[in-house]
């Protein structure tokens, strides 16, 4: 028997250890909370040895800090080493302590680390000293840090499943996200979508979307109007090429001042198909916390989905609008065509043939044949500057003119001067005509023509050698000068088997792989080589050569011609 128990001081005897011991291991292992464990240690072994001042040093930045005080105010200590269970001392480094009245020091070690300390005053009864009191305490020792190990470890993998769960429900949600965006078509249903995601997933009330290619107008789609710096700092969200936290952003302290005044804490770069598209940025989560590496990882993904559905949309929208202008100029085609001469006059003695290929649907060149009375008939060839629908609006006014004045009995210079009038008041200053219009008289066999700025056209004798003329007289195109200087007639006579060709510059600019035009010296050329043909025989061998030439490459601009031909009349 120990030399306390001589002295009459009480022990505690083994069955009161084994029963506290018991009921101490009951109460710990009903908790996994650390902070529930420690005060039932406290009060489990003040009740037992009778101590009325207690509490628990737990370990911060500077030393320790008292917790779960009983009997003794909260304070701070200086950091101390304690390994194993200690008395206080006024002496070495737990002098603070034992100033407070603490007498104990029973650490708490989970692998390897001290994570708290049990601290106790003197018992009532005297018995601090009892070898079965330290033997005591070692027990409870053991017991309260195997249930800190235990607690640890179960919030721990509360926090995994919790983690995984949550990655879960994250990856979850993308799919889900991804499956319901690929079915809109509609901007607002998608930006509806993406705040539901983002608010029910990361916890946050306000975003915003920048698009470096506006849709209806927009560049900044915010899903709450009273967040307006959201829209000052566009410039900053849009030069992030990556995903952060603006709080870590180290680089550009100017930019994160910016984006924090403006309560964005997120920006994530968004891309589709490798392309920059825009950004999204996300003011703080409700909850106050940091977005983790995950959250950023779904704020990227989510934000790149939403952006792959607007791209599609707006895909989808330029689809509609080039299904549209097809159609409509395909009926501005029709139309057009039906401007041109369905079925060229019969002149007598001579032959004609005539034909447009425009570079788009619609043409920009015209070209018409009007009889006159029955001795008279009127040629005319024009290219309007521009291609496409605005070229061929003009040449539709030209054409409607053209017919009006044919049937006033003008002079072709007179005809002249009104087209130009016409053009100069009735279009913009950057748009102008080239024309040629001639008229011929079958009775005389001759030409009279004004040649507006226009290609001249070519032509060759039907004796031998195929002598060239060009016709250049007249003056300067419509739609320049309002007043030019009076349109010059010229005069050709045609002799039999004499060939015209009345052409645009799509046919001598038209280029091959190499860039090369056509050009003169090849027109000229071929309309030797075919010259003996009727008129549609030269037509389509001329239209044949420029194909060659081009070598299947596409015409780059309305492409026009308009062969007459006196026939001979021996035969």
Not at 43 to 65: E, Y
Not at 195 to 219: K, V
Request: some cysteine; overall charge negative; charged content about 20%.
């Amino acid at each position: 028997m120990s030399d306390l128990h001589h002295r009459g001081l009480p022990l505690i005897p083994a069955t009161i250890q084994l029963s506290s011991l018991l009921d101490l291991s009951t109460r710990l292992a009903e908790s996994d909370s650390e902070e529930r464990l420690l005060n039932a240690a406290v009060l489990s072994v003040m009740g037992k040895l009778k101590i009325l001042r207690a509490c628990v040093l737990q370990p911060d930045q500077d030393g320790w800090v008292v917790t779960h005080a009983k009997g003794i105010a909260s304070m701070r200590f200086g950091r101390f080493e304690s390994l194993g269970i200690r008395y206080t001392s006024a002496y070495d480094d737990t002098a603070a302590l034992h100033a407070a009245g603490i007498y104990w020091i029973v650490p708490l070690m989970v692998r390897g680390a001290t994570v708290a300390m049990l601290c106790f005053g003197p018992t009532i009864d005297g018995s601090d000293t009892s070898e079965d009191v330290r033997t005591y305490m070692g027990l409870v020792q053991s017991i309260t840090a195997t249930s800190l190990h235990n607690a640890q470890m179960v919030q721990s993998l509360l926090a995994t499943t919790q983690e995984l769960q949550r990655r879960n429900l994250l990856v979850t949600t993308l799919f889900e996200s991804a499956r319901d965006f690929s079915g809109m078509t509609d901007v607002a249903t998608i930006f509806r979508t993406l705040s539901y995601r983002l608010m029910g997933q990361l916890m946050i009330s306000s975003f915003a979307l920048y698009l470096r290619e506006p849709l209806n107008g927009q560049t900044i789609l915010v899903n709450r109007t009273d967040t307006p710096s959201f829209a000052n700092v566009a410039p900053d969200v849009l030069g992030i090429t990556s995903t952060l936290r603006v709080a870590g952003i180290a680089d550009d302290p100017d930019v994160q001042e910016r984006l924090l005044d403006a309560n964005v804490a997120a920006v994530a770069a968004l891309t589709v198909h490798g392309t920059a598209k825009g950004a999204i940025a996300v003011g703080p989560k409700l909850n106050g916390g940091a977005f983790s590496d995950e959250e950023l990882s779904f704020l990227e993904s989510l934000g790149n989905t939403a952006m792959a559905a607007i791209e599609n949309d707006r895909a989808v929208e330029r689809e509609l609008e080039r299904l549209k202008l097809e159609n409509e100029l395909s009926i501005a085609a029709s139309i057009q065509r039906g401007l041109l001469p369905l079925h060229l006059p019969v002149v007598q003695g001579y032959d004609i043939a005539a034909s447009t290929i425009p570079s788009k649907q619609v043409s920009g060149d015209y070209y018409d044949v009007i009889s006159l009375d029955a001795h008279r008939t009127l040629l005319a060839i024009a290219d309007v500057s521009g291609k496409g629908i605005p070229a061929s609006l003009v040449m539709a006014n030209v054409q409607a003119a053209l017919n009006v004045l044919a049937t006033l009995d003008l002079q072709v210079d007179s005809i002249a001067d009104r087209i130009n009038r016409l053009v100069c008041d009735n279009t913009e200053p950057d748009v102008f005509v080239t024309m040629f219009i001639g008229v011929l008289d079958t009775s005389t066999h001759t030409l009279s023509y004004v040649n507006m700025g226009h290609n001249p056209p070519v032509m060759i004798s039907g004796r031998e050698g195929g002598n060239v003329t060009l016709l250049k007289d007249g003056g300067v195109l419509a739609g320049v000068i309002p007043n030019p200087k009076p349109y010059r007639t010229g005069t050709i006579d045609l002799q039999e088997q004499d060939v015209l060709v009345l052409y645009t510059d799509g046919v001598t600019e038209a280029r091959n792989d190499g860039y090369d035009e056509y050009g003169m010296d090849a027109l000229t050329h071929a309309i030797r080589q075919s010259r003996a043909l009727p008129a549609q025989g030269i037509l389509s061998s001329l239209l044949t050569d420029v194909k060659r030439h081009a070598n299947a490459r596409p015409l780059d601009d309305d492409t026009s011609i308009l062969i007459l031909k006196r026939r001979d009349t021996s035969v």
